[in-house]
């Protein structure tokens, strides 16, 4: 799977490391997703992190995936057709 492909798919229930200060550092499961942020069920607590300005690691299929959070700011229902 390309990284076009996986832009495409369901984010909630990966495991997700954010890349980017002042976020850094958090790890944890998504939980849920709107058009601006993730929900990450971080060590018991839920934390919110905006996806504009932050860079996500993914794991996915025992891959680990680097995703830009400007490239996906979509509602998740809508990026399927937005994703380019």
Same mark, same amino acid.
């Not at 979509?74 to 937005?82: A, N």
């Given at each position: 799977?390309?990284?076009?492909?996986?832009?495409?798919?369901?984010?909630? +229930?990966? !495991?997700?490391?954010?890349?980017?200060?002042?976020?850094?550092?958090?790890?944890?499961?998504?939980? !849920?997703?709107? /058009?601006?942020?993730?929900?990450? !069920?971080?060590? +018991?607590?839920?934390?919110?992190?905006? /996806?504009? +300005?932050?860079?996500?690691?993914?794991?996915?299929? !025992?891959?680990?995936?680097?995703?830009? +959070?400007?490239?996906?700011?979509? &509602?998740?229902?809508?990026?399927? /057709? /937005?994703? &380019?």
């Amino acid at each position: 799977m390309n990284t076009s492909d996986f832009m495409r798919s369901e984010f909630i +229930g990966l !495991d997700v490391v954010v890349l980017s200060a002042p976020f850094s550092g958090i790890t944890g499961r998504v939980v !849920d997703e709107t /058009k601006n942020t993730f929900t990450i !069920d971080s060590a +018991g607590t839920e934390r919110m992190v905006p /996806k504009s +300005g932050n860079e996500f690691r993914f794991t996915y299929q !025992d891959r680990q995936i680097d995703i830009e +959070g400007k490239s996906i700011l979509h &509602r998740p229902e809508d990026r399927m /057709k /937005k994703v &380019r």
